[in-house]
């Protein structure tokens, strides 16, 4: 049954999300004190929600919140931006110069348009950034970001992609992750201590 079949892809989809989040949280556990090598950096040439030209020292010169999603994913993604309007309102000014960063997984589909229709609604923090495959590629790999097109019934796809907020510093290096499902409290405290480190 077509139903059952999409139950099961369904399930074996949050599984893959939940191994991600699980890996990078491993990862957050067990790095050191100073940011970790090997995550972060690259260099790519990628647009805006504005249509702007952005590169790699978009995250460089103050604490951000970098996200990997794509704007027409069912859960994950609407549960993070709903996540991350709550960070921001609940930071209020503490927040400083700390911005966010939804890098789509899905530029074929993410138009600038629609990236920014999708982060107006979380802050004006925001910044949503697509471009070509090519150099999405490229953030996605200095970030060993997982994502991947998972093929859908007739001609659509869907992607499976990870499901964490990296933390990173005002020099534009890893800090750590927010998990997906983290609570709200442990979310703002990593937050507020990249905010005092940066
Ligand atoms: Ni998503």
């Not at 139903?3 to 893959?16: I, S, T, Y």
């Not at 990862?27 to 950096?41: A, M, N, Q």
């Not at 590629?137 to 997982?146: H, L």
């Not at 796809?157 to 005002?170: K, Q």
Request: hydrophobic share 40%; net charge negative; glycine share 10%.
């Amino acid at each position: 049954m077509a139903e059952a079949r999409l139950g099961r892809l369904r399930l074996m989809l949050w599984a893959a999300v939940v191994a991600a989040a699980v890996a990078a949280s491993v990862i957050y556990v067990t790095r050191g004190p100073d940011s970790v090598p090997g995550i972060g950096g690259g260099t790519y040439s990628l647009i805006d929600h504005n249509g702007n030209a952005v590169d790699q020292s978009m995250l460089v010169g103050q604490p951000s919140l970098l996200f990997f999603g794509f704007t027409h994913c069912p859960d994950v993604c609407p549960t993070t931006m709903a996540e991350m309007q709550l960070w921001f309102e609940q930071l209020g000014d503490d927040a400083g110069d700390l911005k966010g960063f939804f890098v789509s997984v899905d530029p074929s589909r993410d138009t600038p348009e629609l990236i920014k229709g999708y982060v107006s609604f979380v802050s004006d923090r925001m910044v949503g950034v697509t471009g070509t495959q090519e150099e999405i590629d490229k953030i996605v790999s200095a970030w060993k970001v997982f994502a991947e097109k998972v093929p859908l019934e007739g001609d659509d796809y869907t992607m499976n992609h990870t499901a964490s907020v990296f933390l990173v510093n005002d020099r534009g290096e890893f800090e750590g992750v927010i998990s997906y499902g983290e609570s709200t409290d442990i979310a703002l405290n990593k937050i507020r201590n990249l905010i005092s480190i940066s």
